[in-house]
């Protein structure tokens, strides 16, 4: 069974390739940012606890996700595997991980880490897009990776494209040195536990797909 973890700084391509992946394997992908936007969007009690912590780049407390997460992984979908995207984020939350699934009999398959440097990360968050469905959230970019139909739409769902309000410039450079401090500790973490499978970001996303496959043995 795959249960896998994407790691990589903010615009490597995680996102995408999650979504290449859950079609491929027929598994859901869960995605903490988009349960997040999806709770403020709808203003729920967990949505008003996170806006001032998501829309400002910071984290939201650990408490919060990791109970979110519990929750979503003990659901019927996720007991045939899964992908998380945006968790874990600090060594905490992965050990909160390791315990949760344990705790069930499972365990991670493969944690692949999308490496990019931070210039090529922060050129390809300006020209991101996303779908403003948030039951769909496909990630486009202006250049690499343009809607096949009307440039302003969504191609899967037709709904139309918008910037991140946090994939502005003050907010990315929040996001990066997060990253660093917190979620790149995480690279080690799971190389000495030998799940990590580390896969060249700077490649065609057909190309970092079919290194995904190859690197986790499907
Ligand atoms: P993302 O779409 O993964 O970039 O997540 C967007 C925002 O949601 C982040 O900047 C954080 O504010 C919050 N978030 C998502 N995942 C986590 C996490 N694992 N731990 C803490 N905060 C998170």
Redesign the pocket.
């Known amino acids: 069974m795959k249960n896998i973890v994407m790691l990589g700084i903010?615009g490597s391509g995680?996102?995408t390739q999650a979504e290449l992946l859950s079609r491929t394997l027929s598994v859901p992908i869960i995605?903490?940012?988009?349960?997040?936007?999806s709770e403020m969007e709808e203003g729920s009690e967990l949505g008003q606890k996170?806006a001032e912590?998501?829309?400002?780049?910071?984290?939201?407390?650990?408490e919060?996700?990791c109970q979110a997460?519990a929750e979503r992984v003990a659901e019927p979908d996720a007991r045939q595997g899964f992908i998380l995207?945006?968790?874990?984020?600090?060594a905490r939350?992965a050990e909160e991980l390791s315990v949760t699934l344990a705790e069930d009999g499972r365990e991670l398959s493969d944690v692949v880490y999308i490496r990019l440097s931070e210039s090529e990360a922060m050129n390809r968050l300006t020209g991101r897009r996303v779908c403003s469905n948030r039951k769909c959230e496909t990630n486009f970019h202006i250049e690499f990776n343009p809607p096949q139909g009307d440039p302003e739409k969504c191609d899967r769902c037709g709904s139309p494209l918008i910037q991140?309000g946090?994939d502005r410039p003050e907010?990315i450079i929040?996001?990066f040195a997060?990253f660093n401090s917190e979620t790149a500790p995480l690279v080690e973490y799971y190389r000495e536990r030998g799940l990590l499978r580390e896969i060249d970001g700077g490649q065609s996303i057909a190309d970092v797909a079919g290194s995904i496959l190859e690197a986790i043995g499907d």
């Open positions: 903010q995680k996102g995605s903490t940012g988009r349960l997040f936007r996170i912590y998501v829309t400002g780049g910071e984290l939201v407390p650990d919060l996700v997460i995207d945006g968790f874990p984020r600090n939350q991140r946090d907010a929040r996001r997060l």
